[in-house]
């Protein structure tokens, strides 16, 4: 196993230490210990990604992890804001279903031979969702609104880039027949 694969898996091995720092008392330092977790596993999806392209070590497991390894990770962070009451569950129930949507046409993609890369769209939509989070973990009073414009700009972004996917690949369903 390679070295970005690695750092795939060690996301994925994360995550649950990253759930029970956010959700459990365990000490009072709970938080940051989940933020801090939170940006390491953040750095190594970067740091994978990376290191596969420029090594040239891309691989039929790392294709189809590091995305998946990606939405576990947030999405176990938003449903974990959801319990801590810190972003709605309707903005939550987009971003998730907008994952699973791009998930989708990307296996239907997969199987007429077409590859859909990440689009600059989707690459901001990930930032600022990853801000997001790390601002609503560290639950600072005085970057209230900060948080919030940050959140509505990731909401935003979460649609645009949906939309994005579906306009530059709308051929990927005409030419499955489904």
């Known amino acids: 196993m390679n070295l ?4 795939t898996v060690f996301r994925v091995i994360l995550i649950p230490f990253f759930v029970l720092f956010l959700l459990v ?26 290191i596969a392209r420029k090594y040239n070590l891309v691989t ?16 176990s962070a938003l449903i974990c804001l959801v ?10 129930i987009l971003i998730i279903a907008r994952e699973f949507i791009i ?8 199987d007429n ?12 939509k990930t930032t600022f969702q990853i801000v997001m989070i790390c601002l609503m973990i560290a639950d600072l ?11 509505w700009a990731a909401l935003v972004l979460t649609v645009v ?10 051929g990927v369903m005409q030419e499955s027949g489904k």
């Open 113 to 124: 031979g077409v590859v859909i890369a990440a689009s600059y769209w989707g690459k901001f």
């Open 161 to 170: 880039s949906l939309v994005d996917y579906l306009i530059k690949n709308r």
């Open 83 to 92: 319990e801590l009451s810190r972003i709605p569950a309707w903005i939550v």
């Open 60 to 75: 039929n497991f790392g294709k189809f992890m590091d995305p998946l390894a990606d939405k576990l990770l947030v999405c």
């Open 103 to 110: 998930s989708g046409f990307r296996l239907i993609a997969s």
């Open 141 to 151: 009073e005085p970057l209230y609104l900060v948080t919030q414009i940050v959140m």
């Open 25 to 50: 008392d365990i000490t009072a330092y709970d938080e940051w210990i989940a933020l801090a977790i939170f940006i390491i596993a953040s750095l190594t999806d970067f740091l994978d990604g990376h």
């Open 4 to 7: 970005p694969n690695k750092l």
